[in-house]
């Protein structure tokens, strides 16, 4: 590689938001150079993140659903097994040509792609450890921190991959853990509790706080609860975990209820660490060059992502803001716009969260929760997908659609969608809103029959006057 000549810009780390970034530098013609050290490109979100959990989420489901859901629907075997070596296989398949094809886009691009370890001697200078061995520096006008993040450990819960997991572990454990105990209810907990409990583990998820998710809004949040429940997960909410002892076969957590008081003993094969996750900026060099972190550790920027070294810019899970995926990717594409003397632009009330359980929860804006706090008046539309004719179809109608909206003008506040396919129809959502749109607008708008959006048009219809079907 030639980082020698100077960039017009340098990414360290290849990620959503760096490997995004770098292209659409590149695209806005800009010379530029991304660092990676994993080896791979895509960042946590492909390599250990969401792709891989996609995998295991749909290859458990389609077990599951052959197991529970075929017989009624006429579709008989004389047995049904899973395969976890195969599982995985094609786990890694999916992964590993997702992250070839990143590299195939930065050739096309002609992004420089240096692997290795990044990190500053100057705000413009950055050293690199590459993996062939040996080190290099990659100097740019702009350089762009995307390093994003890294698992948050769990004090007194050692993880070792093995027995007590990260997500990372829990991407790969070599056989179905008869008792999984999955520390943290926030989505990537529950998430890869989903895939083990379908695939015949026992799973309890404990949680410090009173609700799991605590993005949802309350009313989506309980039956979606209920629906896991029903699925087997058991919850220990306000309850920590402070201690553990794996000397015998059986792991065995200490309990404590969250406000204190008397202790218990859980006892799990698998323990999965799903706390939370750290900003990752280690041996970067940040305090060397003088860049502003908060107490958490994220880098600080203002609106057009410039951190107060002039020059150095930061996007993605690195710095505050909802860690998601394609969170980086607006921010990537932003910056590099504002870097390339274009107004870049991301509107975070607008980002959506998708739960990738089943059914699936997605929503975007405003929950109830939030809108009262707002003080005017509002309106709820809802409509359940048990009257949604495609669902009933299908034979998979749990679920709800409920938008938000302002009594006064009609605009959507927000919208939550429990559904088989939530993570998709959020987007009519999201759309409408961007475009500031009231909630008669989308009950005016015609929908394909029979789907599953039906139920969006019907809630609409619901917010303001009566839905059809129910
Ligand atoms: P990252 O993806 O973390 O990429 C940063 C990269 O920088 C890494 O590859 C790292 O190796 C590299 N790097 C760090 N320091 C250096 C250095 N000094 N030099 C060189 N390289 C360096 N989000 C969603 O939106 N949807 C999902 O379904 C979803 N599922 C998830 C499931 C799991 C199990 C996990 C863990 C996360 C999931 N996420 C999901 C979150 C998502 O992965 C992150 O929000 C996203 O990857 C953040 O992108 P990023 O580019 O900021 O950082």
């Known amino acids: 590689s030639s980082g020698m000549e100077e960039n017009d810009v340098v990414v360290i780390g290849g990620g959503p938001g760096g490997y995004v970034a770098a292209i659409k530098a590149a695209q806005l013609g800009l010379k530029t150079t991304c660092i990676e050290k994993r080896g791979t490109l895509g960042g946590t979100c492909l390599n250990v993140g969401c792709i891989p959990s996609k995998a295991l989420l749909h290859s458990s489901h389609m077990y599951h659903e052959a197991k529970h ?215 970067l060099g940040l305090e060397k060059i003088g860049v502003e972190m908060d107490k958490a550790g994220r880098v600080l920027v203002d609106k057009r992502f410039a951190t107060n070294v002039s020059g150095v810019y930061a996007i993605g899970d690195v710095i505050p803001g909802p860690m998601l995926a394609h969170k980086a990717e607006e921010d990537g594409v932003a910056c590099v716009e504002f870097i390339a003397g274009k107004e870049g632009h991301v509107d975070y009330d607008m980002v959506p969260g998708v739960v990738y359980t089943h059914p699936e929860v ?27 004719s495609r669902a009933k179809a299908i034979d998979d109608a749990e679920g709800i659609v409920k938008i938000l909206a302002e009594k006064e003008s009609d605009k959507i506040l927000g919208v939550h969608i429990m559904a088989p396919n939530a993570g998709e129809l959020i987007h009519e959502a999201v759309l409408a809103m961007q475009y500031g749109a009231s909630s008669e607008d989308i009950a005016r708008t015609c929908h394909a029959h029979p789907t599953l959006s039906e139920a969006l048009k019907e809630a609409a219809m619901a917010t303001y006057d009566k839905p059809i079907h129910i």
């Open 69 to 283: 859901s075929f017989p009624s629907h006429g579709v008989k075997f004389s047995s049904v097994e899973v395969d976890l070596p195969s599982m995985m296989t094609q786990k890694d398949k999916a992964v590993a040509n997702l992250t070839r094809g990143i590299e195939g886009l930065f050739k096309k691009n002609k992004v420089n792609y240096v692997k290795g370890y990044g990190r500053f001697i100057s705000p413009s200078e950055v050293s690199v450890d590459t993996l062939e061995g040996g080190s290099s520096v990659v100097k740019g006008k702009h350089v762009i921190i995307a390093t994003g993040s890294d698992v948050k450990p769990l004090p007194g819960v050692p993880i070792d991959e093995e027995r007590i997991v990260s997500s990372t572990g829990a991407l790969s454990l070599p056989e179905v853990p008869k008792k999984l105990v999955v520390i943290g209810a926030g989505y990537i907990g529950l998430e890869m509790g989903s895939v083990w409990g379908r695939l015949g583990s026992e799973v309890i998820v404990v949680e410090f706080a009173p609700d799991i998710v605590p993005t949802m809004d309350g009313e989506v949040r309980k039956q979606f609860q209920r629906s896991l429940e029903k699925q087997g997960m058991k919850f220990k909410l306000k309850t920590k975990v402070v201690g553990v002892d794996t000397s015998g076969n059986v792991i065995k957590l200490t309990l404590e209820p969250s406000a204190g008081g008397d202790q218990s003993i859980l006892e799990a094969d698998v323990v999965l660490v799903s706390t939370g996750r750290n900003p990752f900026t280690a041996g």
């Open 362 to 388: 997605a929503y975007v804006g405003k929950t109830e929760e939030q809108v009262k706090t707002l003080g005017s008046d509002y309106r709820v539309g809802k409509f359940p997908f048990l009257a949604n």
